[in-house]
């Protein structure tokens, strides 16, 4: 497997004096006071030296479960719940649970490159189809009715998406479902960003559609949601049915999630909201404001306005953009800007690079001054 170009990026950044990041879709703020507290009374209350039920702390899923309920429309029991280490350990298990070698994914693309990789250490084939970028990258239905094999297994997709910042509609995410039924393939869903969606737009969990309780495999994290990024903690929903299979991939990959996470993770869920509603304010003004800045590089960049998460991925015009790799580290190192180059989400990500709002916007603010000397 190749080096994950994010990692190669931060790396190369790093040897950069006073630059201006926009490389990483992880959170600058700090986790919430409340959630810091919880952990640390936990901790003082001799709670988090041993292990949890490998599905995580019983009063956790309960949240949990509330909370499909009132924000996701998804009705679950504890049972239908375990905790994870971040929804990429939650993708993980769901990946390894159900493949078996050869097995083939279909991936609406460009994608999380994540994704593409678990499905390659479980001896499976990614199938990349691409996103319609010409349709603000709606999915294409049709192109992956076409893509589906007797070998195809299963379909993942994040929404809203990185790198895209794409919300699929409610509208697509039943046809989608539909396509799932008829083929009888499982849909795991990446939902970290399931709080950040704008302009009216709404998140939509496939989970919720009655007929895909055996089919869907959803996975949700804490990360973004509450800036828990280092707290290692998100879970995944599924039928009870699939739990015990998951459990077995769970289990040798971590045992359990980190219990002292787990306590924050309840004091998440239990406290005000307020932090959710304020991270998705700073996103907004942020996406905004990235929005304007790109629109005085119209010669350089044509983007698609981002519906949610807070990425956007604007497309290189003219030959320069043919090599996304290059061009990156080129600005890199003559503009002092550090993105990522969208070949790391899938061959459908050339030409394009990634753009990270989650930032303090001087921090926009200044990649954007010197894009615009380096470019004018
Ligand atoms: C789409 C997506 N899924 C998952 C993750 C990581 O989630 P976690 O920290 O919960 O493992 C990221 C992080 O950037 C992401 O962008």
């Not at 949890?52 to 239908?80: C, F, H, M, P, W």
């Amino acid at each position: 497997m190749k080096k994950s170009a994010i990692h190669e990026m931060t790396r190369l950044s790093k040897e950069i004096e006073d630059v201006a990041f926009l490389s990483w879709a992880k959170p600058t703020s700090d986790t919430p006071e409340h959630i810091k507290a919880a952990a640390i009374k936990a901790i003082k209350e001799g709670l988090v030296s041993g292990y949890s039920t490998s599905s995580g702390l019983v009063e956790l899923r309960q949240e949990i479960a509330k909370k499909l309920r009132r924000d996701n429309n998804v009705e679950s029991n504890i049972s239908q719940l375990i905790v994870t280490v971040g929804a990429i350990e939650g993708l993980s298990a769901a990946i390894f649970a159900i493949l078996d070698s050869g097995d083939e994914v279909i991936l609406p693309s460009p994608t999380y490159s994540t994704h593409i990789q678990q499905v390659r250490i479980a001896s499976g084939k990614p199938i990349l189809v691409p996103l319609l970028e010409e349709e603000d990258f709606a999915l294409d239905i049709e192109g992956i009715r076409k893509a589906i094999s007797p070998k195809t297994k299963a379909l993942i997709y994040c929404s809203p998406s990185n790198p895209t910042g794409t919300a699929f509609s409610e509208k697509q995410l039943r046809q989608l479902a539909d396509v799932a039924l008829e083929n009888n393939l499982m849909v795991i869903t990446d939902e970290a960003y399931e709080y950040f969606v704008y302009d009216g737009h709404k998140h939509f969990s496939i989970a919720s559609i009655p007929e895909m309780q055996e089919k869907a495999i959803s996975c949700y994290t804490f990360t973004k949601t509450y800036a828990m990024t280092g707290w290692r903690i998100g879970y995944l929903h599924a039928d009870e049915q699939l739990i015990p299979h998951i459990t077995k991939t769970h289990i040798p990959l971590t045992i359990c999630a980190p219990v002292v996470s787990q306590y924050a993770a309840l004091a998440a869920l239990k406290g005000s909201q307020d932090c959710v509603k304020e991270f998705r304010k700073h996103y907004l003004s942020a996406r905004d404001l990235m929005c304007k800045r790109l629109d005085n590089l119209d010669s350089i960049f044509n983007y698609v306005k981002p519906s949610g998460s807070y990425l956007m991925f604007p497309k290189i015009l003219g030959k320069e953009g043919k090599d996304s790799t290059a061009f990156c580290k080129k600005m890199l190192k003559e503009a002092k800007v550090s993105t990522t180059p969208g070949i790391a989400f899938g061959p459908t990500g050339e030409s394009h690079l990634r753009l990270s709002f989650c930032v303090p916007e001087e921090e926009i603010n200044k990649a954007f001054d010197r894009m615009e000397t380096y470019f004018t």
